[in-house]
């Protein structure tokens, strides 16, 4: 058989297939008829002459052509536009110039990365009310530990430690293990020293897991007839059925007497510049070291925007917020109320705990306590302590490295500042030695 007789089998076939259904009519027959132009050659023809014919019997052209074949429906976008950052743009060459010289800030805003930065950035995690209580439980423990040990009761500050707490001593390599063991060591302590004295100086709670807390701070160890002896300590708690029970302690001599620097360094990473933009208000924050290291100085202001004039004859009428409206009651705009704050965070001495005073610029005056929790910190207002209201609480919490968190943990809301999430937009120079 011949390669053109071969070739052309197949086609056969499929016109002898398409001989059978003459017998069914005239409608099989057009069928038919385009079967059988299938069965023409159709390899060298030009691909335009298997488009299909223009109306006015020409053959469609290249662009009409192009336009039968596109589809009806809108192209998806792929790469959605990019999302303007909420803060003003800054020209970070001039801030770098001018602005870090005298103020000792780096502007940061252009340079953070615009997809992590949205225009409005939603509630960040609120901490946990577990959270705080496990802290202060852990800090009454320390309390009942001091006063267990300041009346000389061997047994009861025995009863803190685990059956198989240890203490070491870094310094002396000193190991005591066994509950049994630190009631002893206590017991001769009192009878050689009977007015020995210690008190703490709590400066973290770190939580490892549900039941399982790190506690650093200072201790004091004083005697009648010598100096005070200092100990940094870092102690592992575990809690065994509502208690909180000393694990292991390790601990070494305090060389030197901290200062308020030193206490005040955990709040270093509040300097710099942020700010929070929420529905009706609009706060701002700068935060830096006095010149003497000794107060964190942070500044607050905060604008209160009024409700938009003729909002409720929108809602009357239906329009949308964005969409003008005939104000018909002739009020006059309200200006946005502002309101700045000096606040000064120190060291207070006489608590033993960290302190901030607030001066507003009307007039007004407000004292917060700082308490160190698992997560973050408990503010306190202390200014008015026999209110009916209760106490006002805020929880301050970081959130990575430029984020922050101030939210309402009990009582009343603040009249000074605002609960907000906020970023920071500029972020300072290494903090310098201070003496």
């Known amino acids: 058989m011949s390669r053109m007789s071969r070739s052309m089998k197949p086609r056969a076939a499929a016109c002898i297939g398409g001989s059978l259904w003459k017998t069914s009519g005239c409608l099989l027959a057009g069928w038919l008829i385009m079967g059988l132009s299938g069965c023409s050659q159709v390899v060298n023809r030009p691909v335009n002459e298997h488009l299909p014919r223009a109306s006015n019997g020409r053959r469609s052209g290249p662009e009409q ?3 039968s074949l596109r589809p009806s429906r809108p192209i998806p976008v792929i790469i959605q536009p990019a999302v303007p950052f909420r803060m003003a743009v ?4 001039s801030a770098k110039n001018s602005q870090a010289v005298s103020t000792g800030i780096i502007p940061v805003a252009a340079e953070l990365p615009l997809a992590n930065h949205p225009a409005a950035p939603g509630r960040l995690p609120a901490t946990p009310d577990a959270l705080p209580a496990v802290a202060t439980a852990v800090r009454t423990t320390f ?3 001091l006063a267990a040990f300041n009346r000389h009761d061997p047994v009861a500050l025995a009863a803190h430690w685990a059956l198989e707490g240890e203490n070491l001593d870094l310094d002396t390599g000193c190991r005591t293990t066994g509950r049994h063991a630190v009631e002893h060591v206590f017991d001769r302590l009192f009878a050689t020293h009977q007015k020995a004295s210690i008190a703490f100086d709590i400066e973290s709670v770190r939580p490892i897991d549900d039941d399982v807390v790190v506690v650093d701070g200072v201790s004091q160890l004083s005697f009648s007839d010598r100096d005070p002896a200092r100990s940094r300590f870092s102690a592992v708690l575990v809690r065994h059925e509502d208690r909180w029970l000393i694990e292991t302690v ?10 308020i620097h030193d206490r005040l360094a955990e709040l270093d990473w509040l300097r710099g510049s942020w700010e929070d933009v929420s529905d009706g208000v609009t706060v701002s924050l700068q935060c830096d070291w006095n010149e003497a290291g000794t107060f964190l100085i942070r500044r607050h202001l905060i604008t209160d925007d009024p409700e938009p004039t003729g909002a409720a004859a929108r809602l009357a009428a239906g329009v949308p917020a964005l969409l ?7 009020q006059q705009p309200a200006k946005p109320r502002r309101r700045s704050i000096t606040e000064y965070i120190g060291w207070d001495e006489s608590r033993g705990e960290i302190r901030s005073w607030l001066f507003c610029s009307d007039g007004r005056t407000a004292e917060w306590s700082w308490l160190r929790t698992t997560t973050g910190w408990l503010l306190t207002d202390a200014s008015d302590a026999d209110s009916a209201a209760g106490l006002t609480q805020l929880t301050l919490t970081q959130i990575g ?3 922050m968190t101030l ?3 009990a009582g009343p809301a ?3 500042v605002p609960t907000a999430d906020f970023l920071r937009t500029a972020r300072p120079f290494p903090s310098q030695p201070h003496p």
């Open 65 to 67: 052509q192009h336009q």
């Open 90 to 93: 800054l020209d970070q060459s």
């Open 143 to 145: 309390a009942d530990y």
């Open 250 to 259: 390790r601990e070494a001599a305090a060389q030197t007497t901290p200062t």
């Open 324 to 330: 003008p409206v005939d104000d018909t009651t002739n």
């Open 401 to 403: 490295s430029d984020e």
């Open 407 to 409: 939210q309402l943990a």
């Open 414 to 416: 603040s009249a000074f």
